[in-house]
Structures are given as C-alpha cells and as structure tokens.
C-alpha cells in the first residue's frame, strides 16, 4: 500500500476510522486538537457520529453513553483534559465498556505549558479516576504506531471490554511522517450486552453501583482477573542490541527514538549499549525487562518527566543493577548526544572522549 | 371486582426502596405508564442517574444505563447520536441535574438533543441526607443551611424551566407536581406530551415537584401541604410548547 506523509494525530485519527470508530466527542486542547479537527469532517463522511462536547466531562459521559450503547468510540485530550474526564474513565472500566481515549501529553502540572512531555505516564497507568482500575496504555513512537497502535486499542478494547489508552507525547501528535495507514476493517464484533432497546430479549442494564458487599467483591475480584489476564496476553515491548549490552536504556515514545540515536552512537565509540522501549506502559513490560538486565549490567532511564517510568523500571530491575536516570521536565527532548553522555558516564568512559 | 389500574408492565414486580410518602414512586410508575401506552418499550434506553432514583435502572423493565452524578444528559446525548431511531429518557434528581450537572442540562437543552428529561425537583439533596441544593427554597433549612437558606450567604433558588425556556433547543417544557391526584394525572399527560416531542426531534424536559418526608422532617400528609403552600407560590406549575415560529405557548397548569 502506498504511504503518505501525515501528522502523528492524523495518522492516528484516520486509522480509527479505519478501525471503524463510528462516533467521536472531544474538546478542543493543544497538541491534540488536529484529531478531532480531522474527525469533524472524516467522520460524517462514513457515516459516524462527530461531537464536539461542552467540555471534557461531557465528552467522557457520551463516550460511556455511546459505548454502552454499542458504539466503536473514541474520545482525545491532553493532560489537563484526561484530568477532567477522570470521573467518566472509572465509571466505563467498572462498566467494562469498550472505548479508545487518547491522550497526546504536554508539559504540566496545572496548566503548564503546550510542549511534548511525558509527564502523564503516572495518571495513564495508575489509575486517572476512582476506585482503583487498570487501562492498558499503549505508547507510540511515531506517526505509523499512531496509526497502528490505534487500530490495535479498538480491537483490545473490544476484546476485553475496557477503555483503552493511547499515550502520545506531542512530538509523536505533530510530526509529519511517512505512513502505511491499515485496511477498513471489515467486521465489528457482536455486543449482546450493549443498551440497544430491549428488542426480543430481556433488558440489558450497565451499572456500577453494587450494594451488596459480596456482589461489590465479586465485580472486582473479575475486574482485578481480567487485568491479570490483559498483562499475561498483550504485554508489549521491543528491545534491540540489548543481548551484548552493558547498559540498556529504557525509554518509550518519540523519546525512544532518540534513544536509539545515542545507544547507535555509543556502539560506534565501543559501548555496548542496547534499546529497551515499553509498547504498553500498563502492563509494563517488566519480566522482559528483568530477563535482559542480566546482573553486569546498568540501566539508564530517560523520560521527558521528572522519573515517572523510572518506578516501573527500578521496581522491575529490583535493585540487582544500578539505575541511572536523565529526565528533561521543561517541554524539550533530551539531544542523543546528552543522552550519550549519560552512557559513557555510566560506561565509565570520558565524556572527552566523545566529542 | 372491576380494576381500574393495574402494575404497568413495564415497572419490575419489587418493592421501591423510596421512603413512604415519597413520591418518587408515583413517578417512575408515570413513566412506566406512559412508555407502555405509547408502545416505546422495545427501543428505549433510560438513564439512572445518582440520587435517591440511582436505583431506577433495577426498576424499570428497560434497557438502562446508570450514569454518573449530574452527567446523565451527556450519557443520553452519546447514545441518541449513535442510535437516533431510540427513544432515551434521562431520571434526575434537582441535585444531580440543577447542581453538578448544570453544564450537561444545559447544553443537552442547547443542543436540541431529541432526548426527554424527566426532573425530580424536591429542593435537596435527598439521598446523602438533606443537604442545601440549587433548588432549595429562602429560608428553608437543610443540613449544611441550618439557618435557612439566605440569598446573600447561599443565593437564590434556580427555576429550571424559565432558565432553559431561554434558550432555543428545547421543544417541550413543562412543571407539574404529583401532590395531589389531579396534579399526578396532569403529570402523566406532561410525561406522555414530553415523549411525543422527543419522538418529534425535540429536547422535551419534564420538572416534577417532588416530596422529601424524611429530610423535611415532615409527615407525609405536611409535605403534601408544605408542597402546597410553600413550592407553589415559588415554582409555577406551567406548560410551554415550542410553536412553529419559535415562541413559547404557555399554559398554567
Ligand atoms: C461526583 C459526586 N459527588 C457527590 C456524590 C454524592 N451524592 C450522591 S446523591 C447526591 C445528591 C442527590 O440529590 P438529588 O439529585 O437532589 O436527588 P435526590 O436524592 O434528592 O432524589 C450527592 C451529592 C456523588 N455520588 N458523586
Ligand atoms: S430521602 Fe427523600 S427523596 Fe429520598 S427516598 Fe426518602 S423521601 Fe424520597
């Protein structure tokens, strides 16, 4: 198939049509709007339903309104957004309704500002809302992942019937790329359980309250199954160099990219380094990671946050090898040359020695 | 013996948790009546929403979706929009739909959204216990405005009707109370009239002056009075229809 140069958001708006994402509701907010910008025109072009809510809140509530009713559904924000619609998230996974949120990230706390960051990897694979419930959380690495990942959350979502989060930074929502964008999907999957009108059967009925303290204890217990079967099944991940390497950087995202810059660039001076990039942020990847941090070996962590993923990393690595960890929390990417810098350091070389 | 009413249909056969001389019952057994009267069963989708009715979904023999406090209107938008052949009727109480929710009600009624809301006004907070609500009377007592309510300390109560009748979405708006068995049958009519208007692409929103005994700390026979005498004179009961230019028929009820 023949690729086109699109924006990451693009990419990812296009492949969910493709996906056979019917229905959209969003508000607009930097470095996301071009999604459902996009959308507003795709959407009703084949024959989907585009919104634009009064807010986030209400965004999330007619996500969980049209995904109990059956729709392929997806709603997009940044950071302060995804904050909002933390309520609407905990009510669709006590729910189990299927739906994709994107969050393409920007610097904060608070208002913060609009450049790339990493800063919600916590608030994604924690829980953003309520109650304690998991996502799974994919994280892409450019305008194709975008693409795919994408395609890949509504089936995921579908499959497990869960939100299912994109995590993009906005390095990945802006840059233009080539991309191979997927096939239409053919078939959506049947949703008996879905609120339709009670056509021919009994009532269908999606609810989370559970007064009862043994009904309340068995949905949880279920929630709490499908999210061990969810880490078991679709943990994601990619490594490369990392079976002779001394040093392993972890990094995910666009930053990932610019890791494999500097690990390509200290193989060239004679480091021995290797690539880990997590592809789901939850599950987090955290026996391959075990499995290719053998004990001689160190682990550098770099995030555009001030060590989020750094937990996830030292708690997989348990305190067998040194974790280093260079993280930017201004809006700009680390150069591969600082990120190199930390190699060599960590190799025990001069910097000197690499200029 | 001849019966002249009977369990409607479409009411699950369980007791209502309401606390007696409550009138949420009365009301949900309207909608149940309506629902089967005009034959909508089969593509209805209801939505529960938090407050003393959270429970509604269990009650009502229909596809349900229960919805988080004050976002019922934004959970009715999303499924009308994916399935706009259904017919989708939202259960708030004033709390839910006058306070928190203020911003999905409104909008919802903006929007025009063929969607009917059915609005249970009994000035507070009933299901955590009596607390101050948007639509709480001056000078009326709650928990959290043990001195009565003040305009300048907890400001005015918010009249629902007049405050979306300004707005150009909504089709069908109307106020009725269910106080007296005059009042329950022209509720009924509002409800029926309500989903006629969905079915005509309207916004249609039903405001029902409801009882609270238990946090009024009234009988239930007072609390009919106390609805008598002291909503009344504040929240008109009154029926306003669209008509094809635009404006208002307005009718007391
Ligand atoms: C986000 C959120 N805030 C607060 C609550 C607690 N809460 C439950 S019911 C309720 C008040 C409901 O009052 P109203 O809508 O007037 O209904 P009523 O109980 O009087 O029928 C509140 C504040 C909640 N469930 N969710
Ligand atoms: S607390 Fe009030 S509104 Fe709630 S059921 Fe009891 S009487 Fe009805």
New binding site residues.
């Given amino acids: 198939m023949q690729k086109k140069l699109l924006q990451g958001n693009v990419a990812l708006a296009e492949a969910a049509v493709r996906a056979g994402c019917n229905c959209y509701f969003g508000y607009p907010i930097t470095p996301q709007t071009e999604i459902m910008e996009y959308l507003a025109g795709r959407l009703p072009e084949v024959g989907g339903v585009f919104l634009q809510a009064e807010s986030e809140i209400a965004a999330i509530n007619m996500v969980y309104g049209a995904a109990g009713a059956g729709a392929r559904v997806m709603t997009s924000s940044s950071g302060p957004g995804i904050s909002l619609k933390a ?1 609407g998230i905990s009510y669709l996974a006590a729910t189990e309704l299927p739906c994709v949120i994107v969050n393409v990230m920007r610097a904060g706390p608070g208002l913060g500002g609009i450049q790339p960051s990493q800063a919600d990897y916590l608030q994604a694979t924690r829980s953003a809302g309520h109650g304690g419930y998991r996502c799974p959380v994919l994280a892409p690495s450019g305008a194709q992942e975008m693409a795919d990942l994408t395609y890949l959350a509504f089936q995921l979502a579908d499959q497990y019937r869960t939100p299912v989060f994109i995590l993009a930074d906005a390095l990945v929502g802006q840059t233009k790329e080539l991309v191979e964008l997927p096939e239409f999907i053919k078939t959506l999957p049947a949703k008996p359980w879905a609120t339709t009108g009670k056509t021919g059967r009994k009532r269908n009925v999606i609810n989370s309250l559970y007064l009862d303290d043994n009904e309340l204890e068995n949905h949880n217990l279920q929630l709490l199954q499908k999210y061990e079967q969810i880490a078991l099944s679709e943990t994601r991940w990619e490594e490369q160099w990392c079976t002779d390497a001394q040093i392993i950087v972890v990094a995910f995202g666009f930053l990932a990219r610019i890791a494999k810059e500097a690990v390509l660039l200290a193989r060239e001076m004679g480091i021995k380094a290797g690539l880990f990039r997590p592809v789901t942020l939850w599950p987090f990847p955290a026996a391959a990671l075990r499995q290719a941090v053998t004990s001689d070996r160190k682990v550098l962590v770099v995030e555009m946050n001030g060590g989020q993923m750094l937990e996830d990393v030292q708690l997989a690595v348990n305190k067998q090898v040194p974790v280093g960890f260079l993280g930017k929390v201004g809006g700009l990417p680390p150069e591969a040359r600082e990120i190199l810098g930390r190699i060599a350091k960590m190799a025990g070389e001069k910097i000197a020695q690499i200029s | 013996m001849h019966r002249l009413a009977e369990r409607p249909t479409l009411l699950v056969d369980r007791a209502f948790h309401y606390c007696p001389g409550c009138t ?1 019952g009365i009301i949900h057994r309207l909608v149940a009546e309506v629902l089967e009267e005009l034959q909508l069963a089969d593509r209805t989708i209801g939505i529960a ?6 429970l509604a979904y269990e009650y009502f023999d229909l596809d349900m979706q229960q919805a ?3 976002r019922a209107p934004a959970v009715a938008t999303g499924i009308k929009r994916f399935l706009p052949d259904s017919v989708v009727f939202t259960y ?6 006058a306070s ?1 929710g203020m911003a999905e009600i409104i909008h919802a009624a903006a929007r025009g959204e063929a969607i009917t809301v059915i609005f ?1 006004n ?1 000035t ?5 216990g009596g ?1 101050l ?1 948007p639509t709480t009377l001056l000078e009326q007592k709650s928990t959290t405005s043990p001195q009565g309510r003040k305009a300048e300390r907890e400001g005015h109560p918010i009249k629902v009707i007049e405050l979306l009748s300004t707005l150009a979405g909504p089709g069908f708006l109307a106020r009725t109370a269910v106080h007296t068995p005059a009042q329950v049958l022209k509720t009924r009519k509002a409800i029926k009239e309500a989903f006629l208007a969905q079915l005509d692409k309207c916004f249609a929103l039903v405001e029902i002056l409801s009882t ?1 005994p238990t946090n009024w700390k009234l009988s239930p026979v007072e609390s009919v009075e106390w609805v008598e005498k002291q909503m009344l004179p504040v929240y008109p009961l009154v029926k306003l229809e669209r008509s094809d230019d635009g404006t208002w028929l307005k009718t007391q009820l």
């Fill in positions: 309520e | 949420h929403s938090v407050g003393c009715s959270v988080a406090h004050g708030q109480g004033d709390g839910d739909l928190i249970v009994n507070l907070y009933g299901m955590t607390q609500a609270c």
